[in-house]
């Protein structure tokens, strides 16, 4: 446990030394959110998606966050060519499949990226993930209708098959790659009252991934990730007990949460 | 009256207790509001635009809103399909016709769902209302130069010929089906300050539509709802008089009312 | 200085008499924000891109921003229909080069809007304005990774070359058009926590413009717009230290500033 405090100081501590770049490839209902919380983290986050300049901008990034909350062909090409580059330069990415399970095209979407685009961390809520996992699974729009339960096995199966890591955020968050799991246990009901706060908690995997040193780091900064997150959520909901107000304070927390902090909050354990 | 209150609290128990799914094909300014407003209402918002999945995911939903206000091609077809879908299926629809009366292609696309595609609501501001019934009308930008007296009557024959609700909203708000009309006092000035304070109540129609029982509900359901957000917008504006911390209060104060709030503030008369 | 600050006072006025329109294309991270931004200020923005109504709404106008952080081909070729009416009617047109530099594709529209659409006013931060003006010089992003000394020779000469004005903002802004050279020194570092606040300062610009009464007063508006920013981000940094707080705060200064206040404040200095 409190070797796991001291990663994610550590992990905390490199994005603010290093101020990586991350380009989002994301839906528009969030990039503001999500260019914010990325920004509060100590991170330098973009937005492109222009089938021109695509790739470049990947190039120049720490990560990739792949978000299709708003999805249309042009914006499913760009994210493809995305892919293909963090790939080829072993940036690591992070996919966020939302409302896969609502309709066809992006259970579509979502399992072509898992098979063909290999991403180092797929990010869901539970429904999401089943959706992906098992056909005919289906989505109440963008929100889970499942509990962690009616997942686990499946997503851990799924990771080890495709080698890549599963979180699956709720009341726990829950992340695997395989072979060693854990579950972090900061976080706040009032996250599913704000749009974006998965999409959001994506964003922070690829942050904490941007300054990963290598492959045996991925596990580590997704959990640490989250745990992160979470922790800011609880400040934020110990100041404000209603939507509008959590919001913004979850930034301020974001931006604000000190070593001791982290230290004292962070809960993460061995699954 | 107090039967009017007593609507407002019964639909928002409805949503609270259903979370009914809101499909939004909205403009790119007001996506995050617009999906906060829905949440902090108790319900689930979904924005999904792309031609390939709109049928699907207005199918799932239990209303769909319709807004033109960052409009292009893609999108407007997009709107069309998921029209033809509610209208098959009885989802009710809320169109909001942003910027009717600035341009040729807003003001023409407003007449063709109009006349096509028959909204359960139009809401809009007065001078968007005329420009759609009134040839040569314009409109300053996406802001009212009209008040509500230049279009009131026009409005409750429109309502009339097309068998639709229309609402008008401004200092005043008004609500008629050709037959029966209402006016909702609630609201305050700083609405005006904020971006997309029109485009959310259009949501928050959307909302209560959502859990109206039948077509014999919904101009009750629209009434109450920009009943119901006006009263949070007083309450916000009690605390806060700069549009930034208001906006942000706007959104805890329509997840906060409570029902003795409600009962006290909401202001809807016959007109 | 006495009489710089009465422009600034001068310039707000106007804007709050005449609630100009202002047209906005710009990126969809920001779109939210800078809607707010402008009508805090007391104009009206609209957002519009569609080829088949730009140049119907710039006409509209009394200034139109233009702003490249998350381009694609259809918002190109409606950005250069959009400066083609603003020249011919003669409506001021601020310039925001987003990420110049990072990708070719940015740099590149960049030089075309520059060498044959001749904004009025470009803003960008320093690696931005380099990228323009300097071949092979690059960008982090959307993050500044040059300083004011960097690049303020070279902005001169393309100011007096192009007869265009440049605003170079950081720590201090530099407003230019090669004759004349001014030092903003109000802001604030939170403001570079808080994604597209530089994109602000530019519908900020946009909005001074707007009230401009010829071209003899685009430069002062230019200074007098970033000036205000810049002291409205000085008062929000006074309440609130951490970004979610001083985002909102900084719209509600914005709005709130009053004649006393920017009096005392505004730090406008000829360079």
């Not at 110990?238 to 000190?258: C, T």
Request: glycine share 8%; hydrophobic share 45%; net charge negative.
């Amino acid at each position: 446990m409190k070797e796991l405090i001291d990663k994610v100081i550590d992990f905390k501590r490199r994005i603010s030394a290093k101020a990586p770049l991350v380009h989002n490839i994301t839906n528009y209902v969030v990039m503001n959110l999500t260019a914010n919380v990325t920004l509060a983290l100590g991170a330098s986050p973009v937005m492109a998606h222009a089938e021109e300049e695509v790739e470049e901008m990947t190039g120049l990034a720490s990560a990739l966050v792949i978000n299709i909350g708003t999805l249309s062909q042009h914006w499913i090409k760009a994210m493809y060519l995305a892919c293909e580059v963090a790939r080829r330069r072993n940036i690591p990415v992070v996919f966020d499949p939302v409302g896969a399970g609502a309709t066809k095209l992006r259970t579509d979407v979502s399992r072509y990226i898992l098979d063909y685009h290999s991403p180092t961390v797929l990010r869901g809520n539970s429904s999401e993930i089943l959706a992906i996992v098992k056909e005919g699974s289906s989505t109440k729009g963008v929100d889970s209708i499942h509990t962690l339960t009616d997942v686990k096995t499946e997503a851990v199966d799924l990771a080890k098959k495709k080698e890549i890591i599963i979180a699956i955020t709720g009341p726990e968050d829950f992340i695997s790659d395989g072979q060693t799991s854990v579950l972090v246990k900061n976080g706040h009901p009032l996250l599913a009252k704000i749009t974006g706060s998965g999409c959001s908690s994506t964003s922070v995997i690829g942050t904490f991934l941007a300054v990963a040193r290598d492959k045996s780091e991925y596990l580590w900064a997704t959990a640490a990730g989250l745990a992160y997150y979470g922790l800011a959520a609880e400040y934020a909901a110990r100041e404000h007990n209603a939507p509008g107000s959590f919001g913004f304070s979850l930034i301020d927390w974001l931006f604000s949460l000190d070593e001791q902090q982290i230290g004292e909050g962070i809960r993460i354990e061995k699954a």
